[in-house]
T-cell receptor, first 112, second 113 residues
Framework: ETGVTQTPRHLVMGMTNKKSLKCEQH?????MYWYKQSAKKPLELMFV???????ENNSVPSRFSPECPNSSHLFLHLHTLQPEDSALYLC???????????FGSGTRLTVV | KNEVEQSPQNLTAQEGEFITINCSYS?????LHWLQQHPGGGIVSLFM???GKKKHGRLIATINIQEKHSSLHITASHPRDSAVYIC???????????????FGQGTILTVHP
């Protein structure tokens, strides 16, 4: 374990389902991130939270809804997803921009 | 064209060989990361550097800010080094926006016994 825990590790959901991804860190980091990794494409930043405030939304569709109730937890709520949203979703945290990032193991999402 | 380009995209080596993976970027940066991703998806941060050279065990990372280029070297490669190696930069945009990592497409390394 890296110190950033993501659950679940695998998720299969239908296009009409609602599900949530969870990310937890107890490293004392102030910034948390959601990244998406699709097949054959570089990692893409989705959202950034700094001290529980969203500071970046990288033009992500509204069917992805992040939530950061405290600096240790980050959620990604999913609803009415499309098959092309199938990807690996990675959470990361960092003390700050010029410090190293710690990544979770990711959630492998399949939308059917 | 991606702001971060890695080469080669695929690399196959025999155990014991010296390996070099290259990363070129087209923007000014604050720092550059080398990341390792194993099958299954988890990512480990290997290095973060903004100048010069860093070494950790058999891994060496160098960066030339003027040439906008970084290399990751693996000495005495081993099958357990097989993974995807990803270069990522933090563009020097100024301000206080966090998490602006821009990623290369990754280099798939396979080391055979």
């Amino acid at each position: 374990e890296t110190g950033v825990t993501q659950t679940p590790r695998h998720l299969v959901m239908g296009m009409t389902n609602k599900k949530s991804l969870k990310c937890e860190q107890h490293l004392g980091h102030n910034a948390m991130y959601w990244y998406k990794q699709s097949a054959k494409k570089p990692l893409e930043l989705m959202f950034v939270y700094n001290f529980k405030e969203q500071t970046e939304n990288n033009s992500v569709p509204s069917r992805f809804s992040p939530e950061c109730p405290n600096s240790s937890h980050l959620f990604l709520h999913l609803h009415t997803l499309q098959p092309e949203d199938s990807a690996l979703y990675l959470c990361a945290s960092s003390p700050g921009i010029l410090y190293g990032y710690t990544f979770g193991s990711g959630t492998r999402l399949t939308v059917v | 064209k991606n702001e971060v380009e890695q080469s080669p995209q695929n690399l196959t080596a025999q155990e014991g060989e010296f390996i070099t993976i290259n990363c070129s970027y087209s923007v000014g940066i604050s720092a550059l990361h080398w990341l390792q991703q194993h099958p299954g998806g988890g990512i480990v941060s290997l290095f973060m550097l903004s100048s010069g050279k860093k070494k950790h065990g058999r891994l060496i990372a160098t960066i030339n800010i003027q040439e906008k280029h970084s290399s990751l070297h693996i000495t005495a490669s081993h099958p357990r080094d097989s993974a995807v190696y990803i270069c990522a930069v933090i563009p020097d945009a100024g301000g206080t926006s966090y998490g602006k990592l821009t990623f290369g497409q990754g280099t798939i390394l396979t080391v055979h016994p």
